[in-house]
């Protein structure tokens, strides 16, 4: 019998150990957190309250959704090691913003000091997934030349009522060269401060700027993984690659790739900052040269060597780079496959688009042409029967005009409204 009570003596005692091992520690007392029932929008500033926050903690979110298929069953999709936007954190508070680009969810805070974790609490965030179909957006920058107010706008593809997103602050009116990595819900373009081009992303689902930490950039490119890659100068005549992290809510900045580029002398890097570039195929990056008085170049960067091929001057007013999806013939079957190409606008004012011969490295005779002078473009490959160029026009009215360029049934579609202010369109989710 004395066996049979030690034994449970000595559970009960593993019992209680195991609970405390499991207790969490008190890093913090007196938590304050949001009111219940309070649901947040992603980009929403929370503020959390209580004594002993010190300067080097740090603040992490698990993030918890019911998963669709299983309606009865809670917290089944997960996000764990979220690192927020920090706004503020004193020694009684901390204030970030709500977490984005998740399905309407539970977050729970946790603080984390020299290995300890203890999780101060919970709260309701509203949904902040990308929609389901890309969306097209304008901006409207100091290069407009319209007077309009300089911002961001929602371009609804089916009704003529643009939509703020939002307003460029005085040292963000420049903004420029602007691309998206599909899924990122991140338009990322060029900003000059003190000086300096830099790469800062705004969140369409949080609704805040990112400083990426790049600097010295010229352009922007897309490239066929769905990534984004800078053109950095390094040099008066030499330039890198870098890689913009588009995935990370804090401020980080990636190495350059390997190959350097030494521009030929007739190319200055500053030519080459009017326009972003393209990834055409696997191993070339199209980039545009404007050498001014209507002369422009292309400028190809081979990917897989530091070799830059120049193309035969063009008299236009602009030459923009673009990528496109076209199909081609491999053993009787139909492959679609990823190319550049380019915008020209002739110095008559009418529009060609062309497609980059990657072999013989010259342009391929224009595919589509329209009337009014191309400013920007953009693709929208939803499948291979959603293929579209979407193209923003100059008119002799003032103010633009948006058509699409079907690219399966080979026409031209408008996009209704007219009259719109921006220098740039991009589609994103």
């Known amino acids: 019998m004395k066996k049979i009570y030690l034994f449970l003596l000595f559970g009960l005692l593993l019992a209680a150990c195991a609970k405390d091992d499991d207790k969490q520690p008190i890093l913090v007392t007196d938590i304050v957190m949001p009111a219940a029932g309070t649901v947040f929008n992603p980009g929403d500033k929370v503020t959390i309250k209580a004594q002993g926050f010190q300067l080097d903690d740090d603040v992490m979110f698990e993030i918890y959704w019911p998963l669709p298929d299983e309606p009865a069953l809670n917290y089944q999709g997960h996000a764990r090691g979220v690192l927020p936007v920090m706004l503020e954190q004193t020694a009684t508070s901390i204030t970030f913003l709500a977490p984005g680009h998740y399905p309407a969810s539970t977050t729970k805070i946790l603080l984390r000091r020299a290995g300890d974790i203890m999780t101060l609490g919970e709260i309701a965030v509203s949904n902040g997934q990308a929609p389901e179909e890309f969306q097209l957006y304008g901006i409207t920058n100091s290069h407009s030349d319209t007077g309009y107010k300089n911002c961001i706008q929602h371009v609804d593809l089916a009704k003529a009522n643009p939509t703020d997103i939002v307003e460029l602050a005085e040292d963000q009116k420049d903004f420029s060269c602007v691309v998206n990595a599909p899924e990122s819900q991140r338009l990322c373009g060029i900003q000059t401060k003190d000086g300096i081009r830099k790469v800062y992303c705004y969140d369409l689902s949080m609704r805040y700027w990112q400083d990426t930490g790049l600097e010295n950039i010229l352009t922007l490119c897309n490239n066929t993984d769905g990534s984004i890659t800078a053109v950095r100068q390094i040099s008066p005549n030499e330039v890198v690659f870098a890689s913009v992290t588009t995935s990370g809510y804090t401020r980080s900045q990636m190495p350059p790739m390997a190959h350097r580029y030494e521009l030929p002398a007739t190319i200055k890097p500053e030519a080459l900052t009017r326009y972003p570039g393209v990834q055409s195929g696997a191993s070339q990056l199209l980039l545009s040269a404007d050498n001014g008085n209507n002369s422009f170049a292309p400028v190809v960067l081979d990917l897989q060597s530091s070799k830059v091929h120049v193309g035969e001057q063009i008299q236009a007013t602009a030459l923009i780079p673009f990528w496109t999806i076209t199909d081609k013939k491999d053993n009787g079957t139909t492959k679609y496959v990823r190319t550049g190409g380019y915008v020209i606008v002739k110095t008559d004012g009418q529009t060609e688009l062309?497609?980059?011969?990657?072999?013989?490295?010259?342009?391929?005779?224009?595919?589509?042409?329209?009337?009014?002078?191309?400013?920007?473009?953009?693709?929208?490959?939803?499948?291979?029967?959603?293929?579209?160029?979407?193209?923003?026009?100059?008119?002799?009215?003032?103010?633009?005009?948006?058509?699409?360029?079907?690219?399966?049934?080979?026409?031209?579609?408008?996009?209704?409204?007219?009259?719109?202010?921006?220098?740039?369109?991009?589609?994103?989710?």
Not at 362 to 368: D, W
Request: glycine letters at 6%; aromatic letters at 14%; proline letters at 7%.
């Open 354 to 429: 062309r497609l980059w011969d990657q072999t013989t490295l010259t342009l391929k005779e224009p595919f589509a042409t329209f009337p009014n002078p191309a400013r920007s473009i953009t693709m929208l490959a939803e499948d291979t029967e959603t293929l579209k160029l979407y193209v923003l026009f100059d008119t002799n009215r003032g103010g633009r005009l948006i058509y699409a360029y079907d690219l399966v049934s080979k026409d031209w579609q408008s996009v209704p409204g007219s009259g719109y202010p921006y220098s740039e369109i991009v589609m994103a989710r």
